[in-house]
């Protein structure tokens, strides 16, 4: 569960079980031109979006979620590039990804969906998760969290990760957004942009960070390295972050902090899913029940916690927040109710637009229009 909710350098990737071709061999150039006609829509003034699996995008529900969206008023989708377990959905063009899509992938017509999008005038954003990525982890050892015995490290739900300190880690998220955009998406979206958070985190064996810098500082040149390119290419960008960044500058021991990503983002989408704040945050017995204020809270702490270390108003420091909110039963039953509420505080906080997240894909009908 996602909980708590510059330089362009292209590295060689190290001892890989399969030859593969190396990022400093390839440039996009081929795909830049096959792709040369494609449109990219441009950002709504307000982003009203839901997450796609990658699963759902290639399959008929994603035709039944083009409709909903259509009579709802939601303009945005998030879909997933990766499985679950790191392999890409899709059929990449870029050589050096190849090795590792899916056999038979989610996302067959990955072009043909990005199309169809376009034309129902939706704006398309791709989730890249980065350091959670069993695929990547399994082709690379030498790149991934290790546990002590020599395996291959797991968390809580038997994911693998690799090490957020590896110059190939980032080369490889920057070769999957700058294709991702190439193919059509109109803006990149990095998830899991942390060190780990559960699990026997203190059995884990780095193979690449060797603490003698701090996790938050691995994390700013990981922001600086992806974050920086993606504006070089002029690919907007966007960062998930787990919704208590907005209320400290502590780096809860992942590495991340709002103040050392906003420098390298269009948008930062924090994970303020009221259910996962502890009961008694803030006062509230039950948090999942005080949606309005969670979220609004939330985001005016961010807002407070940058002032002064940001150059514009904070009018327009609040434009760039862009939450991820809840829609799914946990520690309350969400009703449209509960989600309209959420959608309220967003915009009474200024925000950019928001994101709804259901793992299922699977979402409460509300009213998502002002009214």
Known sequence: ???????????????????????????????????????????PEEVRGIYWTAS?????????????????GLNTVVIDLKMDNGQLAFVPQGIELQPYQQSNPAIADLDGLLERLRTEEIYRIARIAVMRDGAFARAHPELAMRSKNGGLWQDNIGSHWVDPASPEVASYAIAL??????????????????FA????????????????????????HFFKQVGGQMKTEQIP???????????????????????DVLPYTDWVSPMVYPSHYPDGFEGFQNPALEPYEIVKRSLDEGTRLIHGFYADSDEA??????????DFDIGAVYTSELIEAQIRATRDAGAGGWILWNARNVYEPANYLED
């Open 237 to 259: 960008v966007s960062f998930d972050l787990f919704g208590m960044t907005f209320w400290s500058f502590d780096d809860f021991n992942i590495g991340q902090r709002l103040i």
């Open 197 to 220: 958070s559960d699990g026997a985190v203190n059995a884990i064996v780095y193979p690449v960070y060797d603490g003698k810098e701090s996790k938050q500082e691995v994390m700013t």
């Open 317 to 326: 420091l609040r434009k760039r927040w862009r939450p991820w909110l809840q």
């Open 56 to 72: 759902t995008a290639g399959s008929q529900r994603a035709n039944e979620l083009i409709v909903s969206l259509k009579q709802t």
């Open 1 to 43: 569960m996602r909980w708590l909710s510059l330089f362009f350098v292209f590295a060689i990737f190290l001892i890989p079980l399969r030859e593969t071709p190396s990022f400093e061999e390839f440039r996009f150039v081929a795909i830049t031109k096959a792709y040369a006609s494609v449109q990219h829509m441009p950002l």
């Open 177 to 194: 957004a700058s294709e991702a955009y190439t193919r059509g998406f109109d803006e990149v979206q990095f998830d899991y942009v942390r």
